[in-house]
């Protein structure tokens, strides 16, 4: 896997490049595991993937990366959550952004985050491009995350509706 680097529009919007400083906008997804109504289980699970590069590499995140140029943001998302875990075909729902200034230190990223919500059995998944692999996580047992994705799915999870 080659190393990463920023995309060539990510590297000029975070240098002194004239009047406009821009942030990056990236696409974040939050895929939930929930059990069906009525069965009695485990909290539910989240998709997490583990960062094969820096920053924080080797730290658990929410599969995402930065929107290309010219590309729609529903678009980037399913481009993504595909590249990044093999899954694709997700109801993925616009859930709201983020964009604290100090979320990525690489530079000023807003961030889009998507929800989807898997009711039943968990689907296979595999790490791929920058995820250095990806699986199912109780949320009840997570592990640190990387950049805001606490915050991001915390926040997530107050807004589902109980069941």
Do not use: C
């Not at 406009?20 to 895929?31: C, F, I």
């Not at 289980?41 to 583990?50: C, D, F, H, I, W």
């Not at 807003?110 to 790490?127: H, K, L, N, Q, R």
């Amino acid at each position: 896997m080659a190393p990463e680097t920023d995309p060539p529009h990510i590297q000029e919007s975070v240098q002194d490049s004239g009047p406009y400083h821009n942030p990056a906008l990236t696409v974040d997804g939050v895929v939930l595991l929930r059990q069906p109504v009525g069965v009695q289980g485990e909290s539910p699970s989240v998709l997490l993937v583990e960062r094969g590069n820096e920053p924080f590499r080797g730290m658990h995140a929410l599969p995402g990366g930065f929107v290309d140029y010219g590309e729609d943001i529903q678009d980037a998302i399913d481009r993504e959550i595909e590249e990044e875990t093999g899954l694709t075909g997700l109801p993925f729902r616009q859930f709201r952004t983020f964009g604290h200034p100090d979320r990525d230190p690489r530079g000023h990223t807003v961030s889009v985050v998507y929800v989807a919500v898997i009711v039943g059995e968990a689907p296979e998944v595999v790490g791929g491009d920058d995820a250095a692999s990806a699986a199912w996580f109780p949320v009840s047992k997570l592990p640190k995350l990387a950049f805001d994705h606490a915050h991001i799915l915390g926040r997530v999870l107050a807004a589902l509706p109980a069941g």
